[in-house]
């Protein structure tokens, strides 16, 4: 998970670097947009001895962009599988996030979010005598990531995403995410 971490960070950096003389014209448009995105994610160890194997995520959202600022409502689901116990834990989210973009001359504009909202964490287990569990709890989430210009409507998306919950099931839910997207732009 730290490579696939690492890889992201330094393909968007070179990206950056390569895209400096790119037309400003390309940038897109203010108004509506919709995305997906997937990746993968590594859920942190929890305070009840569980270890993590790298589990999956994704989501949808759709906002509005006014200059260098969007708004979103985003449904995202993380599932990473137990390390040899024989369960997972599954995360389900309704967030309200706000990005900053750092628009520039290049097809290439880093951003930064935050988001707050609902989420659902569910632990389950295949070990007899172990219960599985749910809870409803508030979940929050930092977002950095850079988006690539193909066109005015049409942008992919390479981003770092950390999700955390209020306590939930006697111990909070955290992970770490490397996200691939498309977002287009109405």
Same mark, same amino acid.
């Not at 599932?79 to 900053?100: H, K, L, R």
């Not at 989420?119 to 569990?133: L, Q, W």
């Not at 306590?167 to 770490?176: G, P």
């Given at each position: 998970?730290?490579?696939a971490?690492?890889?992201?960070?330094?393909?968007?950096?070179?990206?950056?670097?390569?895209? *400096?003389?790119?037309s400003?014209?390309?940038?897109?448009?203010?108004?509506?947009?919709?995305?997906?995105? *997937?990746?993968?994610?590594?859920?942190?160890?929890?305070?009840?001895?569980?270890d993590?194997?790298?589990?999956?995520?994704?989501?949808?959202?759709?906002?509005?962009?006014?200059?260098?600022?969007?708004?979103?409502?985003?449904?995202?689901?993380?599932?990473?599988?137990?390390?040899?116990?024989g369960?997972?834990?599954?995360?389900? !989210?309704?967030?309200?996030?706000?990005?900053?973009?750092?628009?520039?001359?290049?097809?290439?504009?880093?951003?930064?979010?935050?988001g707050?909202?609902?989420?659902?964490?569910?632990?389950?287990?295949?070990?007899?005598?172990?219960?599985?569990?749910?809870?409803?709890?508030?979940?929050?989430?930092?977002?950095a990531?850079? !988006?690539?210009?193909?066109?005015?409507?049409?942008?992919?998306?390479?981003?770092?995403?950390?999700?955390?919950?209020?306590?939930?099931?006697d111990?909070?839910?955290?992970?770490?995410?490397?996200?691939?997207?498309?977002?287009?732009?109405?």
């Amino acid at each position: 998970m730290k490579n696939a971490l690492f890889a992201v960070t330094v393909l968007s950096a070179g990206f950056v670097a390569a895209a *400096g003389s790119a037309s400003a014209d390309m940038l897109s448009r203010d108004g509506m947009y919709a995305t997906v995105k *997937g990746g993968v994610t590594q859920a942190q160890d929890q305070s009840f001895n569980t270890d993590y194997d790298a589990g999956f995520t994704g989501g949808a959202a759709v906002g509005k962009q006014i200059g260098n600022y969007r708004a979103e409502v985003e449904g995202i689901y993380e599932e990473s599988d137990t390390d040899g116990a024989g369960g997972d834990t599954q995360f389900y !989210g309704a967030m309200v996030n706000g990005y900053y973009d750092f628009k520039n001359a290049s097809l290439f504009t880093p951003y930064v979010g935050a988001g707050v909202g609902y989420g659902k964490v569910r632990y389950s287990s295949d070990v007899a005598g172990v219960n599985s569990t749910s809870e409803d709890t508030m979940a929050y989430q930092g977002i950095a990531g850079v !988006g690539y210009e193909l066109n005015p409507c049409w942008t992919l998306t390479g981003e770092y995403r950390y999700v955390g919950t209020t306590k939930a099931a006697d111990t909070r839910y955290q992970s770490h995410s490397a996200l691939a997207g498309v977002r287009y732009s109405f």
